[in-house]
């Protein structure tokens, strides 16, 4: 836990000096982000399960995700939809949609309609309904915790449908954290939407279990041996307690004890292989409900998405591309991602930017090298690495060493200017083409007999002289020094 670090959504945080690490809200649940990761060399984002539209959550912040080099997108939720998009479909105009309030578009034009708030807020009423149904005929209920949000928004709903029906049964929240992380999410709002915020501003709870509480509407308890539970413990009930997984935690004894009964109902949140979670119950007699609540980019909005991203680069799983079609798309490039398979990414920033103090930038005296395009200031300090970006730092004595006599050479040797020059000196030379270790054939070999014998090696790189006289390399040295440019 002492290497686990929290950020707050859209801070930033710096790994290493290097690498610069923001979070943003997916619209999930709380803790669900989207990532962007900024380098020196480009940013990447990373796109998870994310939700347009949630009654609780805050709102998915995809404008924070725009025009980044690179986009992982990992959203596999569309795994289940049984519809494809064909060629053509998934350029469907996310604005045309016209008929809809403006409350209900955002600014991109994409629809977030009530049509998903009602679809949410009607799945909550059937569970609720159907577990009211379930304790009247004297069974019980067992709600393994998954999202916390839709355990909060079913515990509203749940208790409202039974002082509605004049319905009394205890309703137990067993976990070892559920005192402490109720009272948590009662008083951080960062995580919720607009309308949840409001109500802490106006006064009022984020959600209804404080309340409840306070009533002893709701019982909370830290495990299902403590004396509080054994001593208020009756059925028929209504229990939310971990695990969903339904291997572990205090549903797997409520599980074994209500599993043979058929008036009881266990609720849970769609699973993709249901006989084998249930199959350490086996014979299951009691009823059970699946329910599937919205938590991922459905695939009619991914290319919409995608297009007001703008990113240079789509990273996207292989599992989903017989589901989307980005045959005709122009606006950035496609590859595919498989597990445990290393993808190359060509980086699409070549040079580095370095930050430099103005007052210090206004003292450089650049060295323009017409022929190579370059303009050249020699300095004296350190070059850091904070936040993602490259710092200079210069030494207090002198800010630029223009004054200095200087031994530093920049350009390329011209080598029938060399040959000039030692014909000047006196020295007979001859050249011829060889090659380097490297295998480069452009590389030009200098024989020098009379009065000196040398050889120089002149790259594209580097110029090396080999003699057995430290005299005459020295000699040779200066004739090279006087073709270079001096930085």
């Given at each position: ?54 009654a609780h959550a805050m709102a998915f912040d995809y404008r924070s995700l725009r025009g980044t080099c690179a986009l992982i997108y990992s959203d596999f939720s569309s795994l289940s939809d049984t519809q494809d998009i064909e060629d053509g479909d998934n350029y ?132 299902i041996h403590s004396h509080g539970f054994l001593k208020n413990w009756r059925e028929p009930c209504i229990v939310f307690c971990p695990h969903w997984s339904l291997r572990m935690g205090p549903v797997v004894h409520l599980l074994r004890r209500w599993c043979g ?202 110029t090396a002289i080999t003699t057995v006289d430290a005299n005459v390399a020295s000699i040779l040295y200066k004739a090279i020094d006087n073709i270079l440019d001096e930085v």
């Open positions: 836990m002492l290497k686990i670090n929290t950020l707050n959504y859209a801070q930033e945080v710096c790994y290493n000096g290097t690498l610069v690490i923001k979070a943003f809200s997916s619209g999930v649940e709380i803790g669900s982000c989207n990532w962007i990761l900024n380098g020196p060399k480009g940013d990447i984002a990373y796109l998870s399960n994310s939700c347009f539209f949630s469907t105009d996310p604005t045309s949609d016209k008929l809809l309030p403006p409350s209900f578009q955002d600014s991109d034009g994409f629809n977030l309609n009530s049509d998903e708030d009602l679809e949410e807020k009607e799945k909550l009423v059937f569970i609720c309904s159907c577990a009211i149904e379930c304790v009247k005929d004297g069974g019980s209920v067992l709600i393994p915790i998954n999202r916390l949000g839709t355990i909060l928004q079913l515990l509203e709903e749940m208790t409202t449908l039974l002082e509605a029906s004049a319905t009394e049964v205890p309703v137990y929240i067993i976990s070892s954290v559920a005192e402490e992380l109720l009272v948590w999410l009662n008083i951080i709002p960062e995580w919720l939407c607009k309308q949840r915020q409001e109500r802490l501003f106006s006064g009022e709870f984020l959600f209804a279990h404080v309340k409840l509480l306070k009533e002893k509407k709701i019982h909370v308890v830290p495990d009964d058929p008036k009881s109902l266990l609720i849970l949140e769609d699973m993709e292989n249901l006989e084998l979670a249930l199959l350490p119950f086996k014979p299951v007699a009691m009823k059970v409900l699946q329910c599937l609540f919205p938590s991922g980019i459905g695939l009619q909005k991914v290319q919409p998405l995608l297009k007001t991203l703008q990113p240079k680069t789509v990273l996207f799983p292989e599992d989903l591309r017989l589901k989307t079609n980005f045959s005709c798309e122009k606006s950035f490039s496609v590859s595919y991602y498989t597990e445990a398979e290393t993808l190359k990414v060509s980086r699409q920033k070549d040079s580095s930017e370095i930050k430099i103090a103005a007052d210090l930038a206004s003292q450089f005296y650049w060295k323009t090298f017409k022929k190579e395009g370059i303009n050249v200031n020699r300095l004296k300090g350190k070059l850091l690495m904070e936040n993602g970006r490259h710092h200079l730092f210069l030494d207090n004595d002198k800010k630029t060493s223009s004054g200095n006599s200087s031994l530093l050479r920049c350009g390329l040797l011209d080598s029938n200017k060399f040959l000039a020059k030692l014909s000047k000196m006196g020295i007979n030379a001859s050249m011829e083409r060889g090659t380097d270790d490297a295998g480069s054939t452009n590389v030009r070999i200098v024989h020098t007999e009379k009065p000196y014998k040398a050889l120089i090696e002149i790259g594209n790189t580097s």
